[in-house]
């Protein structure tokens, strides 16, 4: 399961990639002479100006500006590409970070006593049935305000319909919960009867569009539907997972998904991506969105669309010679195999469902889960070979071999994924059997890479239509483009770097024992390797990031003068970690939020400080002095702790903790 680690080759090969664009200017520059100019006889006597002379004059005037384009391009290339390697390396960062938090808390689970475990999972065995999710998602529950002006939804759903929930959504109008709860129901009736490999053919329809990651952005969906075409019996599509979280509007997009699906069943497919689960909901926006939007019922819609998550399916093949899912393959990848998984028990891929044997054990099906961690997880890699994806966390990188394996194993063609933001909203890798599509453009940064999706006919030769949904940034020149990118992610990797200010000053002093604030580049590209753990070509950034002095030395104290931290040693270290902990204890609390409220209940405070203290035996605390520790933590004495509050609670006690040190 993987991704590369910072000394593979595949990580190396792109860094040199960036070193090469980065020599362009050096090699372009050895003469400032063009060679065919040198070979224009300069001691020809000529009396006056001449059409041969004014030739020659203009020939080295073109080849002048076609020289320093040359080098504009170049230059311009290796900040795209810097920029890109940036916001990339960051977000598969994040992702590993979120991995190892929630196998931190499922470590914990597992080492509480035997009644806390089998009452976990007599739990996960009541949400897997029907009937459960139809109790906590019953819409009957909910009523709907009679100021409501937004769409109204009734089944069975007709195209009328999804016109009209496309008018409201651009009006910025929500669907009311009950309408939205009984979607979620009929959603889920609906995927519980197919089978986890879904099989299409482009005989029907001349054509097959897929679409990839949209990730909450309705804007993209809409102009894909404007370009292409709203689904139809004539117009089949497949949506290839990560339609929700990061974006804002993920909850209108997963609406017009399935009302489509339900309103065309044999023509629109959504595969499930790794991020329609319920962990990484909490941590990458969609749970946010829904406590946004929904209030005091976004708990029953919350559960509402892990069950429909649940059931999606994983795989679709087209006409038996393409295979389509979210991330990729590996060396055990078996679709017969995959077909015969209960899907329905996995609320998160990153973690696998376990069950008791007769010992009182848990066991866990390590292949089965794999099959599934792999298929909605890897990436491809330029390498032989398969190996743990270490870089996100989880799945693995597959290499050309291992692509071809798969698909000779299959009789398939061709292999169509997502997962990966491409700058060009699409690639191509594995001579040509390996194609990635990412429909979500602006990803990162308005302007930072154009969507895609792939119309896919008879010939099984993917067609790519790119786009842009944001028109202005798409009408600014290249250099603009660039430079606006350029700067955000910038501002994106300064933010880290004052987040993590204290260690890299620390760092940089240890190659430092005279104080004088100077280091080498290669003692401080280690100390930003070794303290951020981001591996990006630094010495490329150097100019953007610090100083140097005229004998190459790096000024380090540089690093943190658009942005330092101000005040004492404590009061920074206390910013500091809570600047660098922020997403990290964002996560921890709406673990913690079980009913996806957006506010900390004392019971589920309560609860959660419980379980560390039967975790750790260290801690004890009396059922008083639980009561005294939430009172101090709600503040505003509201009887609930909102983030506000959490954050602001572990503030304080870093900071009494500095003080109890000496630091004030």
């Known amino acids: 399961m993987g991704c590369t680690s910072s000394n593979t080759a595949h990580d190396k090969e792109e860094l040199k990639k960036l070193n090469d664009l980065a020599e362009i200017n050096s090699s372009e520059t050895q003469s400032e002479q063009n060679p065919i100019v040198n070979h224009i006889p300069q001691n020809s006597i000529i009396s006056s100006p001449s059409s041969t002379q004014i030739g020659v004059s203009k020939l080295r005037a073109t080849l002048l500006i076609q020289r320093w384009f040359r080098r504009w391009r170049a230059e311009l290339e290796v900040r795209r590409r810097c920029t890109w390697t940036i916001f990339q390396t960051m977000e598969y960062a994040s992702e590993n970070e979120q991995l190892k938090l929630y196998n931190f808390f499922n470590e914990i689970i597992s080492g509480l006593p035997d009644a806390f475990n089998a009452m976990q999972n007599e739990k996960n065995d009541q949400i897997e049935s029907v009937e459960h999710f139809s109790k906590l998602s019953n819409p009957d529950y909910v009523t709907i305000d009679p100021e409501y002006n937004g769409p109204d939804l009734t089944f069975p759903i007709d195209e009328k319909q999804i016109k009209v929930l496309i008018d409201a959504f651009k009006e910025k109008k929500v669907l009311a919960a009950k309408h939205l709860l009984v979607l979620l129901a009929e959603a889920r009736k609906h995927y519980m009867k197919i089978e986890n490999v879904q099989y299409m053919v482009t005989s029907i329809a001349g054509k097959i569009t897929v679409v990839g990651d949209l990730h909450g952005s309705l804007d993209d969906l809409l102009m894909i539907f404007f370009k292409n075409g709203l689904p139809s019996a004539d117009n089949p599509y497949i949506i290839n997972g990560d339609f929700v979280d990061r974006g804002p509007a993920s909850v209108e997009v997963s609406i017009l998904l399935f009302s489509l699906s339900l309103l065309y069943p044999n023509s629109v497919i959504i595969n499930r991506g790794n991020h329609e689960d319920v962990i990484m909901n909490k941590r990458y926006g969609f749970t946010t969105e829904l406590v946004k939007k929904y209030g005091v019922v976004a708990n029953r819609i919350s559960k509402g669309f892990e069950g429909v998550f649940r059931v999606l399916p994983l795989v679709t093949v087209v006409d038996n010679s393409v295979l389509i899912c979210h991330?990729?393959?590996?060396?055990?990848?078996?679709?017969?195999?995959?077909?015969?998984?209960?899907?329905?028990?996995y609320a998160s891929i990153l973690r696998p469902p376990s069950k008791r044997n007769e010992e009182g054990e848990d066991e866990i099906d390590l292949i089965e889960w794999r099959q599934m961690l792999d298929l909605l997880w890897s990436d491809p890699k330029a390498a032989l070979g398969c190996e743990p994806n270490t870089f996100r966390g989880g799945g693995t990188y597959f290499g050309p071999d291992i692509s071809a394996a798969v698909l000779d194993k299959h009789k398939f063609k061709l292999l169509i994924r997502s997962h990966e933001c491409k700058p060009d909203g699409y690639d191509v890798v594995h001579e040509g059997r390996v194609v990635t599509v990412f429909s979500a453009s602006n990803y990162y940064e308005?302007?930072?890479?154009?969507?895609?999706?792939?119309?896919?006919?008879?010939?099984?030769?993917?067609?790519?239509?790119?786009?842009?949904?944001?028109?202005?940034?798409?009408?600014?020149?290249?250099?603009?483009?660039?430079?606006?990118?350029?700067?955000?992610?910038?501002?994106?990797?300064?933010?880290?770097?004052?987040?993590?200010?204290?260690?890299?000053?620390?760092?940089?002093?240890?190659?430092?024992?005279?104080?004088?604030?100077?280091?080498?580049?290669?003692?401080?590209?280690?100390?930003?390797?070794?303290?951020?753990?981001?591996?990006?070509?630094?010495?490329?950034?150097?100019?953007?990031?610090?100083?140097?002095?005229?004998?190459?030395?790096?000024?380090?104290?540089?690093?943190?003068?658009?942005?330092?931290?101000?005040?004492?040693?404590?009061?920074?270290?206390?910013?500091?970690?809570?600047?660098?902990?922020?997403?990290?204890?964002?996560?921890?609390?709406?673990?913690?939020?079980?009913?996806?409220?957006?506010?900390?209940?004392?019971?589920e405070l309560r609860a959660g400080c419980?379980?560390?203290a039967k975790h750790n035996g260290s801690i004890s605390l009396s059922p008083e002095e639980l009561d005294n520790l939430v009172d101090t933590m709600d503040i505003n004495k509201d009887g609930e702790i909102n983030f506000n509050e959490f954050l602001e609670s572990f503030r304080m006690v870093d900071n009494k903790f500095a003080s109890s040190n000496g630091n004030i």
């Open 446 to 603: 308005a302007g930072s890479n154009l969507g895609a999706y792939i119309n896919l006919g008879p010939s099984h030769k993917p067609q790519f239509i790119q786009y842009s949904a944001t028109e202005n940034t798409s009408q600014l020149p290249l250099y603009s483009r660039v430079s606006k990118v350029e700067s955000s992610a910038l501002r994106d990797l300064r933010t880290k770097m004052f987040a993590n200010q204290g260690r890299l000053q620390a760092a940089f002093e240890n190659y430092d024992p005279e104080k004088t604030g100077l280091i080498t580049m290669a003692e401080w590209t280690e100390s930003m390797n070794s303290v951020l753990n981001l591996d990006l070509p630094w010495r490329t950034l150097r100019a953007k990031l610090v100083e140097q002095d005229d004998d190459g030395k790096i000024k380090y104290e540089s690093c943190f003068k658009d942005g330092a931290l101000e005040g004492n040693i404590a009061n920074k270290q206390v910013t500091e970690t809570i600047y660098r902990q922020r997403n990290i204890l964002e996560t921890i609390f709406r673990l913690l939020d079980t009913d996806n409220s957006g506010l900390l209940s004392r019971e």
């Open 327 to 345: 991330g990729g393959v590996s060396d055990i990848t078996d679709l017969q195999y995959i077909n015969e998984i209960p899907r329905h028990k």
């Open 610 to 612: 419980e379980l560390l």
